[in-house]
C-alpha cells in the first residue's frame, strides 16, 4: 500500500513588527539617522494632493448642499444636512486623494528604517528619483488600480466618517455660538479658532484605524493583495486597539493648532472677499464651506 503522503507546511513570511515604541521615539529615531530634512522626505505629493483635494472638497460640498436644498438668503441646512454634505463630499474626494497618499506613503518610507528591516524578505523597498518616477514605477509594476488605488476602502472609511464630523463639528461650535437675533458673520476669530481645532481633532478621531490599515496597505508589500478587514483582523490581533490607534495622539495634536488657523483664516478671507467685492457675495454663500484638512 502507497504510504500517506506526509501533511504540507506553507511557509509564511513573519507579521511585520512595529519599528517604533511611539512618536516622539520615531521622531528621535529619524532625526538622528536620518537628519531634519528627512522629516519633509515626500512634501511634494501631500502639497500637490492637498490641492487636488481642496478643490474637489470645496466643489463637492457645495453641490451637495445645493442638492440638500440649500439657497442663498433662505433658511440655513440643518446640522445633520451640513454633516451629510461633509460626509458626501468626503466620499468624493477620496478617489481623487488616493493616489497622492500612496505615492506619499511610498516616499516616506524609501530608504527608511522600517523599509530596510520588515520588508527585507520580501525584496526591500524599490528606490525612486521623485514623484514622477515614483507614479511611473509605481503603474508600471502594478497598474493603475492596484498601484495607485490600493488602500482605497480604508481611506473612504476615513474620508467620509471624518469629513462628516470635521463639517459637523465646526458648524455645531459655530452655531452655539452665533448671538441671539445674530448670524454667523457676527461671529469672532476666536470662535473660528475653537470650532476649527475641534473640527480637527474629531475627524481623526471619527474612524483613526482606517487610516492606521491603509497606511499598512499603501506601505508593506506584504499586505498588498489583502483586504481592509484582513489587515484590520491582523493589526488587531498582535497589537489591540492600541495598535489600530498608534500615532492618534500626535496626529491629534498637531490637527488642533493647524485646522484652527485652517478655519479662522479661511473665515477671515471671505470676509475680506465680501468687503472688497460686493458682488461676489452670492458666489460666496452658494460655494463656501471647505478646506482641507490633509495638513
Not at 500612496?102 to 520580501?122: E, F, G, R, T
Not at 478587514?229 to 493589526?235: A, E, G, I, L, W
Not at 490581533?237 to 495622539?249: D, F, H, I, P, S
Not at 483664516?265 to 471647505?290: A, H
Request: aromatic share 10%; with cysteine.
Amino acid at each position: 500500500a502507497a504510504a500517506a503522503a506526509a501533511p504540507r507546511t506553507i511557509s509564511r513570511a513573519p507579521p511585520p513588527q512595529p519599528v517604533y515604541r511611539g512618536a516622539v521615539h520615531c521622531l528621535r529615531h529619524t532625526i538622528e539617522t536620518r537628519g531634519f530634512r528627512s522629516l519633509y522626505k515626500g512634501l511634494s505629493s501631500p502639497l500637490l494632493g492637498s490641492m487636488a483635494e481642496n478643490a474637489v472638497l470645496f466643489l463637492s460640498y457645495g453641490e451637495v448642499k445645493r442638492m440638500l436644498g440649500e439657497k442663498p438668503g433662505e433658511e440655513e441646512l440643518s446640522l445633520l444636512q451640513l454633516a451629510t454634505a461633509g460626509g458626501v463630499a468626503g466620499g468624493i474626494v477620496s478617489f481623487v486623494l488616493n493616489p497622492f497618499e500612496v505615492i506619499k506613503v511610498q516616499m516616506q518610507v524609501m530608504n527608511s528604517a522600517a523599509a530596510s528591516s520588515s520588508l527585507s524578505a520580501v525584496g526591500g523597498a524599490r528606490k525612486y528619483n521623485g514623484v514622477l518616477d515614483c507614479v511611473l514605477q509605481t503603474v508600471r509594476n502594478e497598474g493603475v488600480v492596484k498601484g495607485l488605488y490600493r488602500g482605497q476602502t480604508s481611506l473612504l472609511l476615513r474620508e467620509i466618517p471624518g469629513n462628516f464630523c470635521w463639517y459637523g463639528v465646526y458648524e455645531g461650535v459655530c452655531m452655539s455660538q452665533i448671538p441671539e437675533g445674530g448670524t454667523k458673520r457676527d461671529l469672532g476669530m476666536s470662535t473660528h479658532l475653537l470650532g476649527g481645532a475641534a473640527a480637527g481633532v474629531a475627524y481623526w478621531t471619527a474612524f483613526y484605524p482606517a487610516d492606521t490599515v491603509g497606511s499598512q496597505l499603501r506601505a508593506n508589500p506584504q499586505y498588498a493583495s489583502k483586504s481592509f478587514m484582513q489587515v484590520f483582523t491582523d493589526v488587531y490581533k498582535r497589537e489591540g486597539w492600541a495598535g489600530l490607534y498608534r500615532g492618534w495622539g500626535i496626529t491629534a495634536l498637531r490637527a488642533a493648532p493647524a485646522h484652527a488657523l485652517i478655519f479662522a483664516m479661511y473665515e477671515q478671507t471671505i470676509g475680506l472677499f465680501r468687503r472688497f467685492d460686493p458682488e461676489t457675495e452670492d458666489c460666496i454663500d452658494r460655494r463656501s464651506g471647505s478646506i482641507s484638512h490633509s495638513s
